[in-house]
């Protein structure tokens, strides 16, 4: 889960449920004053991403918000896609809110496997970690897939990057 960059709203990727063996494939939304009062309606949105169809499973995982607080990045495990939700159209019910899908690939043809997400601080890129865990896990097989945000698409990838590589932060010096 993140937040926006003002607090006003939490971001949850439904990525599977612990009473079925069922992996998700969308976001909730929630208004944090709602929530923090106990309120009811404190989710404001759920968003389908990574498909158009309600029963495919994409499993999104480590999501991100630009620094403007315009835009989520998701990355959807089973479907080997990132999504780019608009929080505005989200907020206001519209279907068209995940406004790109951007299908990543790998070298060998392989499972990509995205997990983990970041976010530059100009808001200009994403990065995405991704990669499948194999054994021996001292193999580095991990990617980090660099995505331009206003072209929206894969700008760069590097590979071996660790072995079933999740979390993701930008370090400016």
């Known amino acids: 889960m993140t937040a926006t960059p003002n607090g006003r709203h939490i971001i949850v990727s439904n990525g599977g449920s612990q009473r079925v063996a069922r992996s998700g494939n969308s976001l909730s939304i929630y208004d944090t004053t709602r929530a923090a009062e106990g309120a009811a309606g404190a989710e404001v949105a759920r ?4 498909t158009d169809d309600p029963d495919e499973q994409t499993h999104p995982f480590i999501t991100s918000v630009t620094p403007d ?6 990355p959807n495990y089973r479907s080997d896609s990132i999504s ?5 159209l989200a907020l206001a019910g519209n279907s068209t809110a995940e406004v790109a899908r951007i299908g990543l690939t790998r070298p ?13 601080a100009d808001g200009r ?12 896990y001292s193999e580095e097989t991990g990617y980090v897939y660099v995505i331009d945000l206003a072209a929206r698409r894969v700008a760069g990838v590097i590979t071996g990057v660790g072995n079933d590589p999740y979390g993701l932060a930008i370090v400016y010096r």
């Not at 607080?69 to 998701?74: A, L, N, T």
């Open 47 to 50: 968003i389908l991403v990574g």
């Open 69 to 74: 607080g315009r835009q989520i990045v998701v």
């Open 84 to 88: 780019i939700v608009d929080l505005d």
């Open 125 to 136: 890129y994403a990065v995405i970690s991704a990669g499948p865990g194999s054994q021996p």
């Open 108 to 120: 060998d043809g392989g499972p990509v496997r995205p997990k983990g997400s970041a976010i530059t």
